[in-house]
């Protein structure tokens, strides 16, 4: 029996989450967490140790929190992406190898690969402008799970520290400074996934140096090999300088894998490769990110904070979409290269005083540069490029100033107004030179929010921000496709996105943590896969909206279950009704977890299920639903640590992602063949491991 799309049981087992742990524990416990923010400095950075902290009087809206060590110590994943999963609602699937970033998908978003989400890893972005696999590519795989302090997450266009891809929300990765030596051995039980991890902290001066590690094997399960190869480097040292702390640390990355690409779907049914299979073995890429930063934070209430970064970047990937739909000869195959090096900084400070009323107030500003050279798209052939389709340099430079003031006009009632200018500049030099120039473009983005602590127990919010997504550099310059020599139309530097929110965040009873959320999105235009290109094309204005239902509850220390479903609509506001539905737009994601722990024994499970969504504009073609359950035990024998997870427990024979695009196959008409393309999920698979503290 289904309910919308979605399997009733387990929309039943997400709202009897709550009930559940309430069984199992008769007593509640308090719940467990350190608040550095609190009522009277809602302002202040919200650090908790997990998701059962109160954040009634401290957060700005029903849809932001953060997400603790503590809960991600024991969550089962199958790879880095996942880690965003803790946000409610948003998925993170793969159409490709896994050296590359993901999917993501959120409030009725198809986000490509990071488009309308920003990320950032201890303050330095981690999105990637005018980049030659998408806009706003955010590949986090450089991320050690174990490394990890905690997420911020916020959803909406609220926040006005925040810039450029902050439409749908974001995410923020704040990295361990210190950790009790230890190393991890991780292995599945078919040979095919090898992880092996590493770290701990010394002193060195007056404060504690962490150095960490990582590699990665992983062949896949795939009828092509993916041979995947990471290596992962995190050093960090944390100490007391000039009335502050100073962070300053350096991460190295390189990846090197072969792809199992989405494939249609009649090539499974007529045989002609298995269900695992591939067409052309010749996809895969690499990656390598080496990156510094010094952040220095003032000690005290209203402190000044300082950042500076800069890391160097450099992509590869060969892909095919539609075979021989374009060249019937040497077929579609295509190679993108990116190298740039980035260099920005972000200074803020707060402020307390007495305007009649309770004031805090952040002013910041922040800048970032991007030196591209070049960013580039090949035809290739058997993995070699044959031809240059374009190549550019780009220089893309940006800076902003923000502002943001809460007031206490009643003890209950928290009103914050934020502002933020955005300045850019474009400086584009192609290989064809009609598709170069110089332009400038700036955006004006104003927030503002009320939180109302009815009672103790129960907090009112409500939300009004603009925010933006940059476009790709090249597009501001363009004049002539250089695919096909056609005229081009030049695209805005900035799009405008403005979302409304209103939610309730409640506390029963210790421990318990219930919020509901109803929100609204509207977005100038946006980016959309185009599976014909195998790249993104801007289209028209959107309008979304949807709600979000989430539990929490820790009754116990030993315990803790979670649940949460959204529900999106998503529609191109430009196109007729029945022909307006956003491609790929997840339209309901259900999302569910349990841990308990006994004594030195731990065991997880968590269940993620989306429903059935549009995968063309007329909605007369939609993807199938997905349900995957991963679990996860272990038991810490003291030093000695051994666990066991497996993925995709209930061998879930579901799709990651499906499109719907035309493309040809070796003897078939030359229009080819409208057909869904998609990427089977992995089969189950058994992850031993073992940790060793020292």
Do not use: C
Not at 281 to 302: M, S
């Amino acid at each position: 029996m289904r309910q919308g799309g979605i399997p009733v049981s387990i929309l039943a087992l997400v709202m009897l989450v709550p009930v559940i742990a309430h069984a199992a524990a008769s007593v509640p416990a308090d719940a467990t967490g350190v608040d550095a923010a609190t009522p009277s400095n809602p302002a202040a950075e919200i650090v908790v140790t997990g998701r059962a902290a109160n954040l009634i009087g401290i957060a700005a809206s029903s849809s932001e929190g953060q997400i603790g060590k503590v809960d991600l110590a024991d969550r089962p994943i199958q790879r880095i992406g996942e880690l965003l999963e803790v946000v409610p609602g948003f998925i993170a699937t793969q159409h490709s190898g896994g050296g590359k970033a993901n999917q993501y998908f959120l409030r009725g978003f198809n986000l490509d690969h990071g488009t309308d989400f920003a990320q950032f890893i201890d303050g330095v972005p981690v999105n990637m402008r005018t980049h030659a696999h998408g806009q706003g590519f955010t590949d986090i795989n450089f991320i050690i799970p174990e490394f990890v302090e905690s997420i911020d997450y916020a959803k909406g266009p609220y926040r006005a520290d925040i810039g450029d891809f902050l439409t749908a929300g974001s995410a923020k990765f704040k990295t361990i400074d210190t950790a009790t030596p230890f190393a991890t051995g991780t292995g599945s039980i078919d040979g095919d996934y090898v992880r092996l991890i590493g770290g701990g902290s010394m002193k060195l001066g007056v404060g504690e140096l962490f150095l960490g590690g990582e590699f990665r094997y992983d062949n896949g399960p795939y009828d092509i090999p993916g041979n995947l190869k990471a290596f992962n480097l995190l050093t960090k040292w944390t100490g007391p300088v000039g009335g502050g702390t100073l962070r300053a640390s350096f991460d190295a990355y390189h990846v090197d894998f072969r792809s199992a690409e989405q494939v249609p779907e009649r090539a499974i049914d007529s045989g002609l490769i298995d269900r695992l299979g591939y067409l052309d073995p010749y996809l895969g890429g690499k990656t390598t990110r080496i990156g510094a930063l010094v952040n220095w934070a003032q000690d005290g209430a209203t402190p000044i904070t300082a950042l500076a970064y800069a890391y160097y970047y450099k992509f590869k990937l060969i892909s095919n979409f539609t075979y021989f739909l374009d060249d019937p000869v040497h077929g579609d195959e295509f190679e993108q290269r990116d190298s740039r090096f980035v260099v920005g900084g972000r200074v803020d400070k707060r402020f307390a005083f007495t305007l009649g009323v309770p004031v805090e107030l952040l002013l910041g500003a922040d800048t970032r540069s991007d030196f591209i050279a070049p960013v580039g798209l090949y035809h290739t052939e058997f993995g070699q490029i044959r031809s240059t389709v374009r190549q550019d340099w780009v220089d893309e430079e940006s800076a902003g100033v923000f502002t943001e003031a809460t007031i206490h006009p009643l003890p209950n009632v928290r009103v914050i107004l934020g502002l933020r200018a955005n300045g850019y500049a474009f400086d584009v030099r192609s290989d064809i030179a009609a598709n170069s120039g110089h332009s400038t473009a700036g955006i004006v983005s104003p927030k503002a929010a009320v939180a109302w602590t009815l009672i103790k127990q129960v907090e009112l919010y409500a939300n009004y921000g603009e925010g933006f997504h940059s476009n790709d550099g090249r597009g501001t310059a363009i004049t002539v496709n250089p695919s096909t020599g056609d005229p081009a139309s030049k695209v805005d530097a900035l799009v405008k996105a403005r979302g409304y929110e209103v939610g309730v965040r409640t506390r029963p009873i210790d421990g318990l943590t219930l919020t509901a959320t109803y929100w609204w999105l509207n977005l100038n235009s946006e980016l959309q896969y185009d599976g014909d290109q195998g790249e993104t094309s801007p289209v028209g204005p959107s309008k979304r909206h949807g709600y979000e239902l989430s539990a929490f509850y820790k009754p116990r220390d030993w315990l803790t279950v979670d649940g949460q479903y959204t529900r999106s609509y998503a529609r191109e506001t430009d196109l007729p009704p029945g022909a307006d539905h956003i491609p790929n737009a997840l339209e309901s994601v259900i999302s569910a977890g349990l841990v308990a722990k006994y004594h030195r024994a731990s065991a997880a499970i968590r269940v993620r299920h989306f429903g059935p969504y549009p995968i063309i504009e007329d909605n007369s073609v939609r993807a199938r639903p997905l349900t995957v359950v991963n679990a996860r035990l272990s038991y810490d024998f003291g030093g000695i640590e051994l666990a066991a997870d497996l993925i995709n427990a209930l061998e879930s024979h579901d799709y990651e992602i499906e499109y719907y695009y035309a493309s040809r196959l070796a003897g078939e008409p030359l229009a080819g063949v409208n057909d869904r393309h998609l990427k089977p999920i992995e089969p189950r698979q058994l992850r031993l491991s073992g940790t060793v503290r020292f």
